[in-house]
């Protein structure tokens, strides 16, 4: 279930990673203190694409979930983060539970719910269309 996640993630990013390094102060040999959610086999580098991808779909700064330095990345102290932490368990749900009957799993793994899925570069998660759109 948490390789599902990351294998999409990651595939996801491949496109938009030539992004340069912004979190090399953080060390790329570092290892990764904090991760709950996330497989812990993940590197630094594989982390902090797939936070890129995160960032990109609510259309936040990596300073909205995360505080002080690149060194403090692994400290829970915004409860942004702590949300984050509970999306990130709600979409791997939806990913390998609650989508397994539905349409055909893609071969590599990829997720079919993410982030941008309901996001759409935003925080704020729209839950109506726009008034007098739907012509019902
Ligand atoms: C929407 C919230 C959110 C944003 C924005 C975000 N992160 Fe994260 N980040 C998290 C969560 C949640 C975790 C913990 C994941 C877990 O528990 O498995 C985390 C963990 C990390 C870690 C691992 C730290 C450790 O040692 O455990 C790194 C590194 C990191 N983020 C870097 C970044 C960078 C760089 C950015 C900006 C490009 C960023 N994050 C943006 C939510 C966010
Ligand atoms: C199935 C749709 C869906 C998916 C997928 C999803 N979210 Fe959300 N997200 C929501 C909804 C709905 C809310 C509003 C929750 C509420 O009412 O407080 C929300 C709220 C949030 C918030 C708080 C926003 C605020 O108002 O401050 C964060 C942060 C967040 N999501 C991060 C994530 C991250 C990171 C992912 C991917 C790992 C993710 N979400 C995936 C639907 C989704």
């Not at 992004?19 to 990764?32: E, H, M, R, S, Y």
């Not at 991760?35 to 086999?41: A, D, G, N, Y």
């Not at 899925?117 to 729209?126: D, E």
């Amino acid at each position: 279930m948490r390789s599902l996640l990351t294998v999409g993630l990651v595939c996801v990013v491949t496109a938009i990673s030539a992004v340069a390094n912004v979190d090399a102060q953080g060390g790329a040999q570092a290892p990764l203190q904090n991760l709950q959610v996330l497989p812990k086999t993940m590197t630094r580098p594989e982390v902090q694409t797939l936070m890129r991808t995160v960032a990109a779909s609510l259309g936040v700064q990596c300073s909205h979930c995360h505080v002080g330095s690149p060194a403090d990345r692994a400290k829970d102290d915004k409860p942004e983060k702590l949300m984050a932490r509970k999306m990130f368990r709600m979409s791997m749900a939806i990913n390998s539970d609650l989508m397994k009957d539905i349409g055909t799993a893609p071969t590599d793994g990829s997720m079919r719910v993410t982030c941008f899925t309901c996001h759409r570069g935003a925080l704020k998660v729209p839950n109506a269309p726009p008034p007098a759109g739907g012509g019902f």
